[in-house]
């Protein structure tokens, strides 16, 4: 069953009415059920390559991560050049091949600027790779600092533009309504934004990382409300009942540290007691929204509240009766 399911296999495609085929000789179909467990076979003798010092070889899927460390840099180059030549060594043995172009190199400590090279081998031929200051491995910009700051600034530039989209096609009274907002928000915009985020959740804690994340939060806020632009951010989360985004991050990456079996239920209630005792600080500390926070005076009970939003209940919210009476 193995070998019919790997022998006379071939790809399709038909484009402008012709039809073109190509047989396929190498590799595990994708999307199959047997595939992944194939592809662990032929993994498992990378992994099983003997051990050494201060080297060690990561490997998710099709994706292959070498950490190499020396008390040299020059001895960290020779390193990595050599292990890369039994790597390459055990892709030939299954006619599989790397792309150097691909290839990602990073120093980690040491100080070590990016620009220098390392050899994807040892031969005087091979490609030489580049070494930059972040990689992105797995959906999460890495940086030199683990301080993943790289990180938020590239899921703020991503999808930052998504709500604003969103905003042009939204109205008091016409366009999407708020309750497909806050749908948008809630299935596809913020499991986006916590993807991975047990990893580099600490980095949403510095200054700069609330103020850039709480900008593009802005967005779906005003989309989910429909509040005017002029209303403050930190009204609008708690008028919209969510928490703000690096608060909602803290509290993601506590969710699936749970299910990983890291925290237990209790320590998760306090942790989680904790982030709303933050957010009605913040929400109390600033100076704008005083009749917000007349109308909504605990960020929690407005969090549990199951209450519909619309332009008028939301500028009931966050106007004062002087400018409700004016306009």
Known sequence: MTESYLHNSWAQLTLEG???????KRGCPQGSQLGPTLWKVA????????????????????????????????????????????????ADTYNLS?????????????????????????????????AVGTVRYHGVVLDPRGGYWCHIETLAEKWKSLYSRLRTLTSA??????MTSRTLYKGVFLPRITYAAEIWS?????????????????????????????????????????LPFDLEIEKSALQRRLAGGEITQEQLTEHVANIFTTWQERYEATDKGEWTKR?????????????????????????SPNCLGSS
Not at 50 to 58: C, T, Y
Not at 298 to 310: A, F, Q, T
Request: some cysteine; charged content about 25%; glycine content about 6%.
């Open 98 to 130: 790397f792309s150097p172009l691909k290839t990602q190199v990073m120093s980690i400590k040491g100080g070590v600027k990016p620009g220098y090279t390392v050899g994807f081998g040892t031969d005087e031929t091979a490609p030489r790779i580049v």
């Open 43 to 90: 993994m498992s003798e990378l992994l099983a390559l003997p051990a050494e010092d201060n080297i060690k070889v990561i490997a998710y899927a099709d994706d292959i991560a070498l950490l190499v460390g020396a008390a040299r840099h020059d001895t960290v180059v020779s390193r990595t050049e050599k292990y890369l030549d039994k790597i390459k060594k055990w």
């Open 295 to 319: 109308m909504v005076s605990c960020v929690r009970e407005r969090y549990i509240l199951p209450m519909p939003l619309d332009h008028y209940t939301t500028q009931l919210l966050t106007s």
């Open 18 to 24: 012709r039809k073109h085929e190509k047989k396929l």
């Open 202 to 242: 600490g980095g949403a804690k510095m200054k700069k990382s609330i103020k850039r994340l709480g900008s593009t939060q802005r967005p779906p806020l005003l989309a989910m409300t429909a509040a005017y632009r002029t209303a403050s951010t930190n009204c609008l989360s708690v008028v919209a009942g969510v």
């Open 173 to 178: 009274n016409w366009g999407i309504s708020q």
